[in-house]
């Protein structure tokens, strides 16, 4: 009977160290993204929503990174990246990006 318990415990490992990483890979892109914020002079409000908005795009790239069999440790290089450029930027890439393959589409 204990060892039932074992078992189960040692199958949710994987997911509780996806866990850690996650939260470790969100903190570290909100950390980067409030600093960078305040340094910029931004007002504590937008340098907060800014972290939040970082490390919810950092912790929303697991899954996409599972998809691609690709490491999920790149979740954390990527939340940096991210956080670094900033979410003004990335949305700006995003959006020519996808207006260029509308474009391109529509010819």
Same mark, same amino acid.
């Given at each position: 009977m204990a060892h039932d318990?074992?078992?189960?415990?040692? &199958?949710? %490992? #994987? /997911?509780?160290?996806? %866990?850690? %990483?996650?939260?470790?890979?969100?903190?570290? /892109?909100f950390c980067i993204a409030y600093v960078r914020s305040r %340094?910029?002079?931004?007002? #504590?409000?937008?340098?907060l929503l800014e972290g939040l908005l970082c490390g919810c795009l /950092?912790?929303? /790239?697991? #899954?996409l990174l599972q998809h691609l069999s690709l490491n999920p440790y790149l979740a954390v290089a990527i939340g940096a990246?991210?956080?670094? &450029?900033?979410?003004?930027w990335l949305k700006e890439t995003l959006a020519a990006v996808v207006g260029h393959f509308i474009d391109r589409r529509q010819r």
């Open positions: 318990y074992i078992v189960a415990i040692a &199958l949710e %490992l #994987p /997911s509780l160290g996806y %866990l850690v %990483l996650g939260s470790y890979a969100m903190m570290l /892109s %340094l910029g002079d931004a007002a #504590p409000g937008r340098a /950092s912790l929303a /790239s697991f #899954p990246v991210v956080a670094f &450029l900033g979410g003004d």
